[in-house]
């Protein structure tokens, strides 16, 4: 009976352990698959960066080793003062180059340094130019000198020097015209200030300290200024009083003006 009884349960492991072999070979048979998918993502992966990596390097070899992109001409926009072939020459583009590789800030800086250019723009225009958009300064007065006069701009800059004033620009007589100078400064800021009434008379202004600040006008008058502080009123005051008697208008202390 005991025997019997073995031979009964001999099948029923057969099957267990030929399932289980059967899963276990189906298990090995997906491992197996999802590895040569992983190997094939794998290559495909690598294939494209490969790829990838050619281009760059190819995009680069194209770029800063051949002709391709090579500078072939310099373009300079907004000069009139200065001369275009001045800005291209002091921009020192060297021809031939890289277009991506010129230094635009140091093209910049080199273009600055002329004194009638107050900005500049430096970019590149594919594939072969650089392209120099220059801001040119503005007369603010014109200061004599000898028999001629030298231009400065807003901020006190010496920029230009020409036989006379073009047009109505106003006339400033300092000693050291310059963007330092406190004398230059004061002026300017005076005429800043004026109303147009004083400046259609305005003859010139003189600045030989800035607490001595006068205006000469047409007609022999004389504005005494002072300082250059409280602008706004004193022009006020000194354009009210254009209207009376007299030669000298002071308005050196505005709560308390003059006429003689």
């Known amino acids: 009976m005991a025997g019997a009884a073995r031979d009964t349960r001999a099948p029923g492991r057969w099957r267990l352990v030929q399932a289980r072999r059967q899963a276990l070979s189906a298990l090995l048979r997906r491992l197996v698959a999802r590895s040569r998918r992983n190997r094939r993502r794998t290559a495909l992966t690598l294939s494209v960066a490969g790829a990838a990596v050619a281009v760059v390097v190819a995009g680069y070899v194209v ?63 594919w594939p072969h130019t650089v392209v120099v958009t220059v801001t040119e300064r503005t007369p603010a007065a014109a200061v004599p000198d000898g028999s001629s006069v030298r231009l400065v701009d807003g901020s006190g800059v010496v920029f230009r020097t020409v036989p006379a004033a073009p047009g109505r620009l106003p006339t400033l007589v300092v000693s050291h015209p310059g963007p330092h100078d406190v004398p230059t400064l004061a002026g300017l800021q005076v005429l800043r200030q004026l109303t147009p009434r004083l400046r259609a008379q305005l003859v010139r202004v003189e600045v030989p300290r800035p607490t001595r600040i006068r205006l000469v006008l047409a007609h022999g008058r004389t504005v005494v200024w002072g300082d250059s502080s409280s602008g706004a009123r004193k022009a006020a005051a000194a354009t009210a009083l254009l209207g009376k008697d007299g030669t000298v208008i002071d308005v050196s202390a505005p709560d308390l003006v003059v006429v003689r």
């Open 63 to 125: 770029v800063y080793h051949t002709q391709t992109f090579a500078v072939r001409d310099v373009t300079v926009r907004g000069a009139h003062v200065v001369p275009a072939r001045t800005v291209a020459r002091t921009a020192a583009v060297p021809s031939g180059v890289p277009l991506p590789g010129v230094d635009l800030a140091a093209v910049g800086a080199r273009v600055r340094r002329l004194a009638p250019v107050a900005k500049v723009e430096v970019t590149r225009d």
